[in-house]
């Protein structure tokens, strides 16, 4: 069964810095491209960085030079490195394989003084 | 950025009943493969988002058969052809054929 689990949310102040995670199960990330999606509270999605397979990256203007996207084939892991947070981050953050046919349940991300 | 308009933004319909939500385009989304990467998401309160539709008129794996897909360009449509009390929940278009991936608004189901 195709399992995607997220975690490292919690609240920050702004500034700061937090690497979220992303465990998946039941599929080889190496084979797969894997993004990070974000949705801040009672709004719609938005969609921030890609990895494909072949090991290239995009990402979204709106997180472009402070986040970083990276997986770890040997534990079968997505990252999302996040720098120098801002208010504007704060949503629920998560991970999706593919044109998101399998999402994680999302992890919150709160950017606050 | 690609923007995806949908409407209506609202959508209240009588179970049983066909409900239908567009989805438009700022530019085509046929790719240079001759695919057109337009998928269809629901996300159901408190959940995460599930897709639906793929490449405009796929059913994903499990979705009940009232879902279908259709358009071309930069013209979608998403029909549920009889409402049932579980379909509640705001339904988000996404455009995959141009970087970055877009989203629409969402449109929020509810039963009358």
């Known amino acids: 069964e195709v399992q995607l689990v997220e975690s490292g949310g919690g609240s920050i102040q702004p500034g700061g810095s937090l690497r979220l995670s992303c465990a998946a199960s039941?599929?080889?990330?190496?084979?797969?491209?894997l993004s990070w999606v974000r949705q801040a509270p009672g709004k719609g999605l938005e969609w921030l960085s890609l990895t494909y397979t072949g090991g290239s990256t995009n990402y979204a203007d709106s997180v472009k030079g402070r986040f970083t996207i990276s997986r770890d084939n040997s534990k079968n892991t997505l990252y999302l490195q996040m720098n120098n947070l801002r208010a504007e981050d704060t949503a629920v953050y998560y991970c999706a394989r593919n044109m998101g046919d399998y999402w994680g349940q999302g992890t919150l991300v709160t950017v606050s003084s | 950025d690609v923007v995806m308009t949908q409407s209506p933004l609202s959508l209240p319909v009588t179970l049983g009943q066909p409900a239908s939500i567009s989805c438009r385009s700022s530019q085509s989304l046929v790719y240079s493969d001759g695919n057109t990467y337009l998928n269809w998401f629901q996300q159901r309160p408190g959940q995460s988002p599930t897709r639906l539709i793929y490449k405009v008129s796929n059913r994903d794996s499990g979705v009940p058969d009232r879902f279908s897909g259709s358009g071309s360009g930069t013209d979608f449509t998403l029909k549920i052809s009889g409402v049932e009390a579980e379909d509640v929940g705001v339904y988000y278009c996404?455009?995959?054929?141009?970087?970055?991936?877009?989203f629409g608004q969402g449109t929020k189901v509810e039963i009358k």
């Open positions: 039941g599929f080889t990330v190496t084979t797969n491209h």
């Open positions: 996404m455009q995959a054929t141009h970087w970055p991936r877009t």
